[in-house]
């Protein structure tokens, strides 16, 4: 039996592939397994092929796997566009409808299963989605009522019948590929699991949402964009629960001033976008800086630039995100790197925002944002809210014609924040350079004195910050430091864990999740100490790498890989780039 395996399901865009996940992913989540989905699809509503891939575990896994164990194919082309994965000991399952064929370089048995025909016997093709999980089922040894809960919840609502059909149709898949499948090919069974813990199946976008609604948000406006709308999607939900509301927008500019409005408010509000809104935005993020109305914005990456790959993995909007607006303000990146940290890191996203008055952008990637993992239950008794030095009184005595003095000069650079309506706190608001009552003011001096006053504000950040890096480090001295961000950590680590365990224990791991402010003084040490440093990132021009030189220094002993073709990095990748600098590293020395 496998302590772990990986299954892809494929199809063209609109026939149910995402569903047949969604389905086999909750079921086998909920036997105790450990899961991590990846979902490859075109940037059109229906057509064009698309994948899911599954990784099934019985100990926590964070990445894409590099293999393939099963594949269930819908048509011939996805045989023929994913075959190269499978392993030795693969196995292809297919609708018999497309009289599927092997590629002559492919070593993995094929087993033709009439899907759509046992469908629609049964009631409809569309239920062709059920019989695969079915067939699936017999190749990884676990009966079909494991998936009788997930038909319900499902399908509960539109009525028994339909349960009935469901669990009929994979029944019925159950039992065809059973009667054919071969002894030999029975390989890819999963070890049993006993584990009561009852965690989560979530989409790191969802993790993200629902940190929001922890947080305290009550609005929500947005634009609908790859790969960010499951956000606001969650939230049209959830947040009329709670007395909010989300409003779209007509654009990301109206999204983001009106999140500007409503926060100086007083009330919590965010918008989510990808990179061609978060251009659009720029000019709203540096208002917000100059007004030190807080401000959080979610960027989850995808391919670019203009409309890109819209549906596909890269990390190349870092160097924007840090120095997108025009004019310097203090400002602040975080980048979490799972979905268990995207929910935490969201809420702190809201409190640094709040305390500081500052813009704060949490940047994500289409693979952390739309990768389903299994996450722990959260511990909502750590979830602690501050809304920064906001006060409801202002003593005023008895002269009328003096402003309150919201941007007054404070050693720590952050000034008392009054609402709208508070009895003597009127002020002025505006973009343009302002004295401490907020009058536009361009002499010199003022200049100085408000240009210094923002930009100390984040002075005291990094010591307050709920972990800048992440170390995966054994020794203090390390011939080679991996380092990545945001969703490259689970392969990387993998990567790091297979080194070890060939006995290479001189690999050090650092994973960055603050990126403005840098932690120069956290990762300095570990770069000091490194023999060679490679940075791991989704993108063509080094943009973590040189963020790191900029901060650190130690120019010469930098490596990159990269990669910018849309697709996610795997641990194998990483493995085979860090064995070369090893061994390059060996001769040299």
Request: aromatic residues 6%; charged residues 25%; contains cysteine.
């Amino acid at each position: 039996m496998k302590e772990q395996l990986s299954w892809k399901v494929g199809g063209q865009q609109g026939e149910g592939v995402e569903s047949t996940g969604e389905i086999f992913s909750i079921g086998l989540n909920r036997l105790g397994y450990y899961l991590y989905g990846y979902r490859h699809f075109s940037s059109r509503i229906k057509g064009g092929h698309t994948n899911n891939k599954v990784r099934v575990s019985t100990i926590p896994v964070n990445s894409v796997s590099d293999d393939l164990d099963i594949l269930v194919a819908f048509d011939q082309e996805s045989i023929d566009l994913n075959y190269h994965e499978l392993n030795d000991q693969g196995i292809i399952i297919a609708d018999s409808k497309f009289n599927p064929i092997r590629p002559e370089a492919c070593n993995a048995a094929l087993y033709g299963v009439p899907f759509t025909e046992i469908a629609k016997d049964i009631s409809t093709p569309l239920m062709k989605n059920m019989v695969a999980i079915g067939a699936s089922a017999v190749v990884l040894g676990i009966k079909v009522e494991s998936f009788l809960s997930v038909i319900k919840e499902i399908f509960e609502r539109k009525g028994d019948d339909v349960v009935h059909q469901n669990m009929k149709a994979m029944q019925a898949g159950y039992d065809a590929m059973n009667d054919g499948i071969s002894i030999e090919d029975l390989n890819n069974k999963l070890a049993p699991v006993n584990n009561q813990e009852g965690r989560m199946l979530m989409l790191g976008n969802e993790a993200i949402a629902f940190g929001a609604l922890a947080a305290g948000v009550r609005l929500m406006p947005g634009y609908p964009i790859t790969p960010a709308t499951d956000i606001m999607e969650y939230l049209i939900k959830k947040l009329p629960d709670v007395g909010g509301t989300v409003v779209q927008t007509e654009d990301e500019i109206a999204a983001v001033t009106m999140a500007i409005g409503a926060n100086y408010a007083g009330v919590r509000s965010f918008t989510a976008s990808s990179g061609p809104g978060l251009s659009l935005m720029m000019e709203g993020i540096g208002l917000a800086g100059m007004t030190e109305t807080p401000l959080v914005v979610v960027n989850t990456q995808r391919g670019g630039p203009s409309t890109g790959l819209p549906t596909k993995q890269e990390q190349s909007d870092l160097m924007q995100m840090i120095y997108g607006t025009h004019g310097e303000i203090p400002k602040v990146v975080i980048a979490p790197s799972t979905a268990e940290e995207a929910f935490y890191d969201t809420i702190q996203a809201f409190n640094i925002a709040d305390k500081y008055q500052c813009p704060v952008i949490l940047l994500s990637d289409l693979q952390l944002s739309l990768a389903k993992q299994s996450v722990p239950p959260f511990d909502y008794d750590s979830i602690h809210i501050d809304r920064g030095q906001v006060i409801d009184e202002v003593v005023n005595g008895e002269n009328k014609t003096v402003y309150y003095e919201r941007f007054k000069i404070t050693e720590s650079g952050i000034s008392n924040r009054v609402l709208p309506g508070t009895k003597n706190g009127i002020h002025h608001v505006t973009g343009l350079e302002h004295d401490e009552e907020g009058r536009p003011n361009e002499t010199k001096a003022n200049r100085l004195q408000q240009m210094e006053k923002r930009m100390r504000k984040l002075n005291s950040l990094i010591n307050s910050f709920r972990q800048t890096i992440i170390e995966n480090v054994q020794r203090k001295e390390s011939e080679l430091l991996v380092i990545g961000f945001n969703s490259t950590r689970g392969a990387i680590e993998e990567a790091v864990e297979k080194l070890r365990d060939e006995g290479v224990e001189s690999v050090n791991h650092v994973h960055i999740r603050l990126v403005q402010p840098f932690p120069t003084e956290d990762i300095t040490p570990f770069v000091h100490n490194a023999r060679k440093i490679l940075v791991i990132e989704n993108n063509a021009t080094s943009q973590l790498a040189n963020i790191i030189k900029m901060n650190v220094g130690n120019i010469v002993k930098f490596e990159s890989l990269l990669k910018y073709d849309g697709d996610p990095f795997h641990a194998k990748e990483i493995y085979e780039k860090a064995k070369e600098l090893l061994k390059n590293e060996y001769v040299n020395n």
